[in-house]
């Protein structure tokens, strides 16, 4: 699958002031700019390295490594160097840089196009730019359960955020139902115990002026779901015949939907068609990356991942129509260009600062705000970017750090706290960020 290395381009550096801008794969893969002897960051464990990276490859020590695309500033006051994947959304190349005596050797597995500008964020949107994508929808504004009930989220839950929203008068347009509700990943229509009737809280919340909005990982099977049960040839397979596996995580392996099956691509067809009849129009699809994972699918001889994947998007746009809106996370960045409303642009974020082991795929703000502020440039090119969740509640730690950094992207503003464990600092900080909701791509263009 993937091709050898092959030299690109040596360009002379200033090792002081030289600065690489990474692309990683996917939304939780880490994505900015480092000084040459900046180690960048990369997974701790063989887990996060399939399920927050690119699975299958591996930079070697000492080199920078983007996913089609790699800048380089050189920091001696030549142009910023740009090489990008010529065709992203089929074919993302993985571009390696070293420095060697002054001097970085670019090297590729793939096509590569060069691009110049003056400075990193600039020849990125400059690139975005010239994909020539219709501008994208301004967001909604938001309420998700995630952050404060997790998938211990009820329905009681919903209820009592439900009237917050009007006691506290915030402008919450969605309020989007996270991780919980379902029984089991894979089995999206068959409830949790904490969850009586979905189209009863579509309704509820509707009545009350709002939008219903809910998560789902659409390309995601738990093995012991009724689906991995009843089809397992509905399965992405390996080639030794065993089922792909998407990682682990909440407690088990993963298995991935082969969305190339026709009996499966009509269950997540009808998942989606099911949602959108009750009530639901803004879904925030997650996981993303495992609907792109390698492996032997119905349709292999003639559809490879990267295809496989869009065409699983596409199933599901079509499936909730044009005015539904559609969040992407957890998705290959490239090969998601033209398919979504809004994307998550960086790691979760969580109520502490450091991610688990310093693994900047993992929750936690800073590597959320290092990467959502690596990937600016993306916001009103490609989507609107998801910063992730505004957390203002007195329990998170560097709250107004973190809501700055949200209010400075300009994206997708989303709340994510029990609204009434909110102090009046709280309160007053998330009425502003719902309020001001702007579309522009200039308000946080950080000098990387």
Known sequence: MHHPFTHVVS???????????????????PSGAYALDMPPYRPTNDNWATVCYRPGVTAPAGTFQGE????????????????????????????????????AEVSSDGPVKEWTGPDIQSVLGDWAAGLGLAAPRPAPTVWCSWYEYFTAVTEDDIHENLRAMDTLDLPVDVVQIDDGYQRALGDWLALSGRFHSRAGIADTIRARGRRAGIWTAPFLVDPSSSLAAEHPQWLVRDEDGGFTHAGHNWGHDLYVLDTTH????????????TLRAEGYDYFKVDFLYAGALDGVRHASASVDALTAYRQGIELIRDAIGPDAYLLGCGAPILPSIGLFDAMRVSPDTAPHRRPEADD??????????????????????????????????????????????VEATGGLMASSDRLLSLDTWGVDTTRRLLTGVTGGTDDAEAAE
């Open 11 to 29: 360009v002379p550096v200033d090792t002081s002031t030289a600065r690489v801008h990474e692309e990683g794969w996917q939304s939780w893969s």
């Open 262 to 273: 026709p009996e499966a691509a009509a269950y997540l067809t009808e998942v989606f068609t």
């Open 360 to 405: 900047y795929s993992q929750p936690g703000q800073d590597p959320a705000e290092f990467t959502g502020v690596g990937r600016q440039w993306q916001h009103g090119r490609l989507w609107v970017n998801d910063p992730d969740c505004l957390m203002a509640r007195p329990a998170v730690e560097t709250r107004e750090q973190w809501a700055a950094h």
């Open 68 to 103: 089609g695309l790699l800048a380089l500033d050189p920091g001696d006051g030549t142009p910023v160097r740009l090489w990008a994947a010529p065709d992203p959304v089929r074919e993302v190349p993985s571009i390696r840089l070293v420095v060697r005596d002054g001097v």
